[in-house]
Nanobody, 115 residues
Framework: QVQLVESGGGLVQPGGSLRLSCAAS????????VGWYRQAPGKQRELVAG???????NYADSVKGRFTISRDNAKKQVYLQMNSLQPEDTAVYYC?????????WGQGTQVTVSS
């Protein structure tokens, strides 16, 4: 069984930065793709960024150049560095891990961008 626990969310002013972390427990991580989704109130959950086991990355167009995803296989953690945050980035951010046959999800961490 895999458990994912996010941390690092909070309230930040526009233009500010936050770093989200997601810690995985269980026997799998390094061979699995991981990443982040977000869900704003009244909107569907959307992919923010993903990183494969080989460290290839992909990003939503809306965050390219502002967000950076990375992973530390030794610590079983995935990170999301978020810079130049805007109010439209306000959402609950969820990390995921692609296992087989299931995708595992964390419980989410709130990010609020407001002055």
């Amino acid at each position: 069984q895999v458990q994912l626990v996010e941390s690092g969310g909070g309230l930040v002013q526009p233009g500010g930065s936050l770093r989200l972390s997601c810690a995985a427990s269980g026997s799998i991580f390094s061979n699995n793709a991981v990443g982040w989704y977000r869900q704003a109130p009244g909107k569907q959950r959307e992919l923010v960024a993903g990183i494969t086991s080989g460290s290839s990355t992909n990003y939503a167009d809306s965050v390219k150049g502002r967000f950076t995803i990375s992973r530390d296989n030794a610590k079983k953690q995935v990170y999301l560095q978020m810079n130049s945050l805007q109010p439209e980035d306000t959402a609950v951010y969820y990390c995921y891990l692609d296992g087989w046959p299931s995708r595992y999800w964390g419980q989410g961490t709130q990010v609020t961008v407001s002055s």
